[in-house]
């Protein structure tokens, strides 16, 4: 079935465009090339595409994990001129202009890279091996699975120190990722979970959130850092700023003082339990540098203000992938998104013959939420507001932005829901599956003679 969709191939030799990744990045530039003569192909590992800004609401029982994401062909099915094919990229050959995917070696005129992040750890001993990550949908319903299990497993030990163990979940992180998930772990914690297990003490459950910084939420204001920290203690999290992870094991998480320089692991101050999430490092997709590409040290690739590669002008950088010459952008949804558009506006005018322009970007604003009735937003870099009114905006701009009408739909039932009934319904241990089970598309055909080959 997927030969078939890519032999399609070319129609009345349009230029094709090749874009890996159909995350904001990727779709939005997808998008911009609707109804215009070139034949894009858009690739991603999955068959769907992910709201990740909604993803801690799947980890703490508020939503199902399919009421954030959406097929991609649904995505792209009103725009006859771009196909989709669900494919791991193993490869790119920049001389060539060849992607090699599991199934096929493609050609393209131009390629648009929007592979995204992943978690960075530091070289911090322990933390690839024993914190749990959120970058994907996978990620969420591993952590989910793993918060409900400890109380399962906290109502069986009868050893104190053990249940201690299973009953402290410690963040690592206090930025918007970090501050989100505690909040709401906090909320799933003391509001649903304490009336399911009355054997639990519940005075003996910790959610710890740990900070290398000195305020919460770092690119925020001040007054909307101390907020933010005022609520989520108000609501039985432990914050705990300028603490820097310096070793995970098993079952604990050892910090030291981030002002102290020198400290010896026995100076080290441990927290004993088994559930570690680490939001505190994010860098590109190391399969840029795999492919040739140039990285920085965050992983990403360097661009002109353009977002083309410097030494392949017909690739262009989107995303958290990129990072442009002439300023630092954040890691946010609405970069990638806006980067994702003038790559493609960019390709159209190399196409009829006109320069590449840079890319300006307009930063409309950033926000956090922290609970019931609690976030913090920051508009324009001017407007802050915290409480109710940021709390409504907060899930009014979420609902809006979600990719489909039936996304929309399913998460406001939700969010109704557990807002009268103070109850969350999700509360599963669901089944994971081996990924050759889950996803055949992304496996790889052993004998490479079977590839076809799309000039
Ligand atoms: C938990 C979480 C919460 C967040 N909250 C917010 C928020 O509230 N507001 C905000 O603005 N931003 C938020 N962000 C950041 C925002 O989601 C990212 O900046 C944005 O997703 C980047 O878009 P992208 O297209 O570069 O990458 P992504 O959206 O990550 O998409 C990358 C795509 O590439 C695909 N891919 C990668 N490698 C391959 C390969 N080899 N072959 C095929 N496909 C591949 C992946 O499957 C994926 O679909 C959050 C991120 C996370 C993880």
Not at 114 to 139: H, M, R, W
Not at 141 to 146: A, E, F, P, S
Request: aromatic share 8%.
């Amino acid at each position: 079935m997927f030969l078939v969709s890519l032999n399609v191939g070319r129609i009345m030799n349009n230029r094709r465009v090749v874009i890996i990744g159909a995350g904001f990045a990727g779709i939005s530039a997808a998008r911009e090339f609707a109804g215009n003569a070139v034949d894009v192909l858009l690739l991603d590992r999955n068959n769907y595409h992910t709201f990740l800004p909604l993803l801690h609401q799947v980890v703490t029982c508020e939503l199902e994990p399919e009421h954030i994401i959406c097929p991609i062909r649904k995505l792209i099915q009103t725009q006859p001129n771009v196909q989709f094919a669900t494919n791991e990229v193993k490869r790119v050959d920049f001389v060539s202009q060849v992607v090699e995917t599991n199934n096929c070696l493609i050609h393209y005129d131009y390629l648009v890279l929007a592979c995204g992040s992943t978690s960075q750890f530091f070289g911090i001993p322990g933390v690839s091996e024993y914190s749990f990550s959120l970058k994907n949908l996978e990620d969420s319903v591993i952590l989910r699975n793993q918060i409900v299990s400890c109380f399962e497993l906290a109502q069986e030990e009868a050893d104190i120190c053990r249940r201690q163990e299973l009953l402290t979940f410690t963040i690592v992180g206090g930025g918007a990722t970090g501050v989100e998930l505690a909040g709401e772990l906090a909320e799933l914690i003391y509001g649903t979970l304490v009336n399911d297990y009355p054997v639990i003490n519940f005075r003996q459950v910790r959610v710890v959130l740990l900070q290398a910084g000195d305020k919460l939420l770092p690119e925020m204001p001040l007054r909307l850092s101390v907020y933010a920290k005022r609520q989520l203690q108000k609501m039985g999290v432990e914050v705990k700023v300028a603490s820097r992870v310096a070793k995970v094991m098993e079952n604990a998480v050892y910090w030291e003082n981030s002002h102290f320089k020198d400290l010896h692991f026995k100076d080290l101050q441990a927290i004993p339990c088994r559930t570690v999430i680490w939001t505190a490092g994010v860098c590109g997709n190391p399969v840029a540098k795999k492919w040739g590409l140039v990285t920085d040290s965050n992983g990403k690739v360097t661009v002109l203000p353009t977002l083309q590669v410097p030494e392949y002008p017909q690739v262009y950088i989107v995303g958290d992938l990129a990072a442009p010459q002439n300023e630092q952008l954040p890691m946010l949804a609405p970069v990638a998104t806006q980067q994702g558009a003038t790559a493609a506006r960019n390709i159209l005018r190399h196409i009829k013959g006109k320069n590449p322009q840079p890319m300006r970007y307009q930063h409309q604003g950033s926000m956090v939420i922290i609970g019931r009735h609690a976030a913090v937003v920051n508009l324009f870099g001017k407007v802050n507001l915290t409480g109710f009114v940021a709390w409504l905006l907060w899930l009014f701009v979420h609902l809006a932005f979600l990719p489909s009408t039936r996304n929309r739909f399913h998460v406001l039932l939700n969010w109704l829901w557990s807002y009268f009934s103070r109850d969350r319904s999700v509360r599963l241990i669901l089944p994971l599956y081996p990924a050759s089970k889950s996803n055949p598309a992304t496996q790889s055909t052993s004998d490479n003679n079977k590839r076809v080959e799309i000039n």
